[in-house]
């Protein structure tokens, strides 16, 4: 119902408040049950499903829980992707994208596997920010830092081929 969309919402945004007041664990615990309520709705419009899981595994990479980040990310990227759903080109879906790469680049002992799987994902996750929102918008800006880094970590573990 509508009014259980602006509960899970207003659930959502709080759970994201929690994590800026530093009350990680609490917030992760919200965005958890927001997030399980949401595949319970299951609904056609796929976009609060996608946010909230990606809020959820963003919180997680924080919390050092990259193992269940990851999977989270895999199991919304395809849904995310999907062109009668959001698309390669929508803000949320580059969003999942840069959140799987981070968590595969941070997790301690990341593989050089990992990291060329973030290298590939950011690379185009980075074009597309460029092309949809220019060279100069903040969020493009911010994931060619990030494929840098990614880039240097793998450089750092012997790769020849970045």
């Not at 609060?48 to 895999?74: I, P």
């Not at 390669?88 to 969003?95: A, G, L, Q, R, V």
């Not at 002992?109 to 460029?130: H, K, N, P, Q, W």
């Amino acid at each position: 119902s509508h009014d259980e969309e602006c509960i899970l919402t207003a659930q959502s945004c709080l759970a994201n408040c929690l994590d800026g007041l530093g009350r990680l664990a609490e917030s992760i615990v919200l965005m958890r049950a927001t997030y399980a309520r949401r595949v319970e709705l299951n609904g056609p419009e796929p976009y609060d499903l996608v946010v909230t899981g990606g809020n959820l595994a963003s919180l997680l990479t924080k919390a050092n829980q990259h193992a269940e980040a990851k999977r989270l990310l895999r199991e919304l990227l395809p849904m995310a992707r999907r062109e009668k759903s959001l698309g390669p080109c929508h803000d949320s879906t580059m969003d999942v994208e840069e959140w799987l790469a981070q968590a595969l680049h941070r997790a301690p002992g990341a593989s050089r596997e990992d990291l060329r799987e973030a290298v590939s994902i950011l690379e185009g996750t980075v074009e597309r920010r460029r092309r949809v929102f220019g060279p100069a918008h903040p969020l493009t800006v911010w994931c060619e830092e990030e494929l840098v880094d990614v880039r240097e970590a793998l450089a750092r573990r012997g790769s020849h081929k970045v």
